[in-house]
């Protein structure tokens, strides 16, 4: 194998014919959510003149548009300014735009989804591919264009497709394309639509329920509800009893037990735990999840709302959002999107503020079927079906292309392997109309505008906070949320249902087709409150079962950030000052993790008359602690790797025996909650685990752990070094800067398989707006852009956001007739 050093910019990189992606195999973009891979592609070319010339220059570039004239202004942060007499010429810039700083990550995004990634990668990435072919991502987004390409969004969706074709045409493409030797295909509407699916399965794609329905055949289900509880127990829901819903609006108070039969696991029809293990790879990753939070002028110093939000997802090289400008006749809107997607998604216009939060509800059921011996044939409510069949071809790099065959039911896709199957229905199957909510988000005048644009919002579920320049709030919770039926009666959807039987079906709903959403949660009654005075979320339970007619959702984040933003509004808003961005800023970058006040066994385990004295010492630092999560701090060190090291020798021992890892381990909540009596110490004393966990922090931290070998503080081992360029090189990934919080801190940060806080934004609507990215808005390695975020978002700081036309002119157009392709 040749390797080569090859110098780029003032730094040398050694690259190898087989030293390029690993997140990929380990299940990042696999899954279809973007996130940092290194590893194994399968091949470069010698850096060329393409790779250089990707670096770009900064000369006013004048340019035709068959849309009409539009010019962009690059700022000081490198955030696009686009100015248009229309809607299409705009987007159109915008495409343009997106595809000169992003392109590598557009196209890897729509290989992965498309199931293509195989084509440019080699065999490595088979496993990606074939699932997610056999999901039919593909032809999901095509139900979409056909749903939306005759409305005014349409247009512009076609539109941005025609920009970014023209800044491939125009070159130069980025320096991976080169280094990977292939030239990207053109762009299409249903590419972006594409981008919708691959943010919808980031956000609510889940295997839980098949993981579950294992682990009871192997545990019963007492033991499974004691360590994967679907409801944990806390009083701070996002709906509270005290705060009630406006007129038309109401929730309605009935039990959850008078419409809803209790979980069961169903039958699996011999699917192994190896092979529910292997869907886990394509599900959305852990701890994905966001905080947000509305306050109204009643309660704030200028006397405006101010809307706060920062969605905790993978953190990578690029960003995964990139932010953009947008001023139109229609429209002026800031703030940013996914690349591939034109509109921005959260953000601000002219009269209002708006961010999402995930609300976690369950909109994803699986099937299993009485199947004939040949396997041709399924039985369906008393009758034999002949599966649909289609045989795919996945092209591959270097070795012989694949062709597998795709079956699916009335239900959805079957994915199967070696003749075990289960049948997904997933409502991101069916065509949805996101993006034209989102397009409609940017026109909205005001909250009942963008309230009736919701509507439209069909997936992902969740929790829009919004607040406009006339000092209304709202909260919403949006998507379509199915109602499950079996024999004519609701029931909860936390079960493997029996597809043969009809059990669990959804009323309206057409995989791949066009659906009429009739056996779903009316939007009326989705949980929502218009002007609340004050409200926060952080995926924590939505409202409290009892006041809720539907099945919502099994599981919910276990409230400790939940609760976290509650106690901080609350002390604010009832005996402190008005609340100022300075305080939102405050809680966005708050560091106190309320799992250390769960492990209030911990201290006294380290400082009882067994422990040694080296045990004891820690044990009077943490007792001296105040359970901050500050880079500075020993304690905070000592904590984090006492909490893995804990996880570990709790949890290892049940389940090393069925072959299961760290995928299956139940959350911090079962884990830190769980007492003396539990299950989990049938055999063992919980103070004994407690020091013996310690005692393998200390040794890790001595040197033998990845993360924390020889940290003296917490910032030793929690930075940005972590974050890596997509090919693993360490010269293009993100400098190493240390900052604080963790993964249930509201300052958030998980450096295994990075992930926290991955845009942070205050806005006062019609006011002033600051925010700040996690590294630069630029994908170009050779641009000053490329990371001139991080530090500043690394020590907590931000910039301005405002809507006003400013920086450098790069790229003017001007009206010169023609069109793009649809596909």
Same mark, same amino acid.
């Given at each position: ?8 910019g ?15 195999l380990?299940?990042g /973009? ?13 091949g470069?070319?010698?850096?060329? %003149?393409?790779v250089?010339g990707?670096?770009?220059?900064d000369r006013?570039r004048s /340019? ?5 004239? $539009? ?5 000081e942060e ?5 100015d ?16 000169a700083d992003?392109?590598? +990550?557009l196209?890897? +995004? !729509? ?6 990634l195989?084509?440019?990668v080699g065999?490595d990435? /088979? ?9 039919g ?13 005759? @409305? ?8 941005f ?5 023209a ?5 130069p ?12 295909d ?6 972006t ?7 919808s399965?980031g ?6 329920t ?7 055949? +192997? ?7 004691? *360590? ?16 009630g819903?406006?007129?038309?609006r109401?929730?309605v108070s009935?039990?959850?037990? $008078?419409?809803?039969?209790g ?20 599900e959305?990753?852990?701890g994905? %999840? ?12 200028s ?6 939000n920062?969605?905790?997802l ?11 400008h947008?001023?139109?006749?229609? $429209?002026?809107?800031r ?9 921005v ?8 503020a ?15 079927y @009485?199947?004939?011996?040949? %396997?041709d ?7 034999w079906?002949?599966f ?7 092209p591959?790099?270097g070795?012989q292309? !694949? ?7 009335v ?11 289960v ?7 069916a065509?949805?109309?996101t993006t ?8 909205s005048d005001?909250? @009942? ?10 997936l992902p ?5 919004y607040a ?6 709202l ?11 079996t024999?004519?009666?609701?029931v ?5 249902f029996d ?13 791949? %087709?066009q659906?009429?959403?009739d056996?779903f949660?009316?939007?009326e009654?989705?949980p ?17 079962d009892?006041? =809720?007619?539907?099945?919502?959702? $099994?599981? =919910? ?8 933003v ?7 808003v ?6 100022? !961005?300075?305080?939102?800023r405050?809680m966005?970058?708050?560091?106190r993790?309320?799992r250390?006040?769960?492990?209030d066994?911990?201290v ?9 004295d080296r045990?004891?010492?820690?044990g ?33 021992? *049940?389940f090393s025996?069925?072959?299961l890892?760290e ?7 079962t884990?830190l ?15 004994e ?10 040794e ?7 993360r924390?070998?020889?940290a003296?503080?917490?910032?030793d ?10 090919f693993?090189?360490g010269?293009?990934?993100?400098p ?5 919080g ?9 450096p ?15 006011g ?12 170009n390695?050779?641009s000053?852009?490329?990371?001139d ?22 790229f ?8 793009g392709?649809d596909?």
């Amino acid at each position: 194998m040749d390797s080569r050093d090859t110098p780029i910019g003032n730094r040398s990189i050694s690259l190898s014919r087989r030293d390029l992606v690993s997140a990929i195999l380990a299940g990042g /973009l696999a899954g279809g959510v973007l996130s940092p891979v290194s590893g194994y592609l399968r091949g470069f070319a010698p850096l060329s %003149g393409t790779v250089w010339g990707a670096a770009g220059d900064d000369r006013i570039r004048s /340019l035709s548009s068959p849309y009409g004239a $539009a010019t962009v202004r690059f700022d000081e942060e490198g955030v696009p300014h686009v100015d248009a007499g229309s809607e299409p010429a705009a987007y159109y810039a915008v495409g343009y735009t997106q595809a000169a700083d992003r392109l590598f +990550q557009l196209d890897l +995004q !729509r290989r992965v989804m498309r199931g293509r990634l195989s084509e440019v990668v080699g065999p490595d990435t /088979l496993e990606s591919d074939k699932f997610n072919v056999r999901m039919g991502y593909l032809d999901a987004a095509r139900a979409n264009w056909t749903r939306l390409r005759d @409305e005014p969004v349409g247009e512009a969706v076609a539109a941005f497709a025609d920009g970014v074709n023209a800044r491939i045409d125009d070159g130069p493409l980025p320096m991976e394309f080169g280094l990977l030797d292939y030239e990207p295909d053109p762009w299409t509407p249903v590419d972006t639509m594409l981008m919708e699916k691959q943010i919808s399965w980031g956000l609510t794609g889940s295997f839980r329920t098949l993981r579950l329905a294992l682990l009871e055949d +192997q545990f019963g289900p007492d033991v499974v509800e004691e *360590l994967y509880p679907s409801r944990i127990p806390h009083d701070a829901p996002i709906l509270r009893a005290e705060g009630g819903s406006s007129p038309g609006r109401t929730v309605v108070s009935r039990s959850a037990d $008078a419409t809803t039969v209790g979980r069961s696991s169903g039958a699996l029809s011999g699917l192994s735990i190896g092979e529910v293990s292997r869907l886990s790879r394509f599900e959305s990753p852990p701890g994905v %999840g966001s905080n947000s939070w509305v306050v109204s002028g009643d309660h704030t110093d200028s006397g405006q709302p101010i809307v706060a939000n920062d969605p905790h997802l993978d953190l990578s090289v690029p960003p995964l959002w990139y932010e953009q400008h947008v001023e139109t006749p229609d $429209a002026s809107v800031r703030g940013v999107t996914f690349p591939g997607v034109p509109f921005v998604i959260i953000g601000a216009n002219h009269a209002g503020a708006w961010g999402f939060t995930n609300a976690g509800a369950d909109v994803i059921d699986f099937y299993t079927y @009485e199947v004939d011996d040949d %396997g041709d044939r399924y039985r369906y409510r008393g009758v034999w079906r002949e599966f649909d069949r289609k045989r795919r071809q996945i092209p591959v790099d270097g070795d012989q292309d !694949r062709t597998i065959e795709v079956k699916r039911t009335v239900h959805g896709p079957m994915i199967d392997r070696e003749g075990r199957s289960v049948a997904v229905a997933w409502t991101g199957l069916a065509a949805t109309r996101t993006t034209m909510a989102v397009f409609e988000y940017a026109r909205s005048d005001g909250l @009942e505008e963008f309230l009736e644009a919701t509507r439209r919002f069909d997936l992902p579920t969740q929790c829009l906070v919004y607040a406009d320049r006339d000092g209304r709030t709202l909260f919403q919770v949006t998507g379509k949320v199915p109602i499950r039926r079996t024999d004519g009666e609701p029931v909860r959807g936390d079960r493997v249902f029996d597809g043969s039987a009809g059990e669990g079906e959804w009323d309206g709903f057409e995989p791949y %087709g066009q659906p009429t959403w009739d056996g779903f949660v009316p939007f009326e009654e989705m949980p929502a409150e218009i002007d609340p005075p004050y409200l926060g979320t952080a995926n924590q339970r939505v409202i409290d079962d009892d006041r =809720y007619p539907h099945y919502f959702a $099994a599981s =919910y984040a276990d409230g400790y950030r939940g609760r976290r933003v509650w106690d901080l509004l609350d002390e604010r808003v009832e005996g402190g000052p008005p609340v100022d !961005r300075e305080f939102l800023r405050s809680m966005q970058l708050d560091v106190r993790d309320y799992r250390f006040d769960d492990a209030d066994f911990l201290v006294p385990a380290l400082t009882d008359a067994e422990a040694p004295d080296r045990l004891e010492n820690v044990g009077e630092t943490l007792f001296e602690w105040d359970g901050r999560m500050d880079r500075d701090s020993r304690g905070a060190l000592l904590f984090a790797a006492w909490v893995d090291a804990y996880r570990e020798v709790v949890f290892e021992p *049940l389940f090393s025996d069925l072959d299961l890892g760290e995928a299956y381990y139940p959350g911090d909540w079962t884990l830190l909650n769980a007492g003396p009596e539990s299950t989990l110490f049938e055999e063992r004393e919980r103070a004994e685990l407690a020091r013996e966990a310690m005692e393998r922090a200390l040794e890790g931290i001595d040197g033998d752990s990845p993360r924390f070998e020889g940290a003296d503080r917490y910032g030793d081992a929690t930075h940005t070094g972590v974050l890596e360029h997509p090919f693993g090189v360490g010269a293009l990934g993100y400098p190493r800067y240390e900052t604080d919080g963790s993964p249930r801190t509201l300052m958030n940060f998980r450096p295994a398989r990075p992930a926290g806080s991955s845009w942070r934004m205050l806005c006062e609507p019609g006011g002033d707006c600051e925010a700040i990215l996690p590294g630069g808005n630029s994908g170009n390695y050779f641009s000053p852009h490329y990371d001139d975020q991080l530090r500043r978002w690394a020590d907590g700081e931000y910039k301005s956001m405002d809507r006003e036309l400013q920086g450098d002119l790069r790229f003017r157009f001007t009206k010169d007739g023609g069109g793009g392709d649809d596909e």
